[in-house]
């Protein structure tokens, strides 16, 4: 089982310089089926899942006759295909010292006729168990939901070794309109918690 996301040493990278956030009024457009809410909800739920690394509960979000199509593999038809797909990926994200996070943000939310497509964007962060280096990957993926689960998985990513100069950036403060955007929610956040008591 992987270290958990809150103590993952790459928790406090924000992702939003690379991935930007798609705003609740554009993702409203699509939600008939579900809410935007009760979207992210299930896919911060699929994203720490992932994070931990538990390949049975990951392949409990799919459905029985579910189709994945992954990066350069061939498209694979259910759940016990998806295992032996997934297995050794699990097996190296898991690993001691790997500190695998995986984020994903939603990005579109719609119910076209032949059913409920979600588009998402992720970023992952780790450090390979060997080496030690510093890896990253930045995916899209396309979810046609079914039952609350994922009935067919397109996606496509790049992976690569994080270089100083990228680290550098990352560890840096953040430019000063996401500064105040954090600082705001942050301010929100608090009053949410303490203002409404007070």
Excluded at 56 to 71: N, P, R
Excluded at 102 to 110: F, I, P
């Amino acid at each position: 089982m992987n270290t958990p996301a809150a103590t993952s040493p790459h928790a406090a990278i924000d992702i939003t310089p690379w991935t930007g956030e798609t705003p609740d009024d554009i993702l409203a457009l699509g939600a008939r089926e579900y809410s935007v809410a009760q979207a992210r909800a299930i896919i911060a739920h699929f994203a720490a899942v992932s994070t931990s690394c538990d390949l049975e509960t990951f392949l409990q979000g799919f459905t029985e006759d579910s189709v994945t199509a992954l990066g350069e593999h061939a498209s694979v038809t259910g759940r016990d295909a998806l295992r032996r797909l997934m297995a050794p990926r699990f097996a190296y994200f898991g690993a001691p010292n790997t500190g695998f996070l995986c984020r994903k943000v939603l990005r579109s939310l719609s119910c076209p006729v032949f059913g409920v497509v979600w588009v998402n964007h992720w970023v992952n962060h780790w450090a390979d168990p060997e080496t030690g280096e510093a890896k990253r990957s930045k995916g899209v993926e396309f979810w046609l939901m079914r039952d609350d689960m994922i009935a067919r998985w397109d996606a496509s990513f790049n992976a690569w070794t994080v270089n100083r100069g990228e680290q550098a950036m990352a560890n840096a403060p953040l430019p000063a309109a996401h500064q105040k955007k954090r600082e705001k929610q942050e301010s929100e956040k608090k009053f949410l918690c303490t203002g409404a008591n007070s």
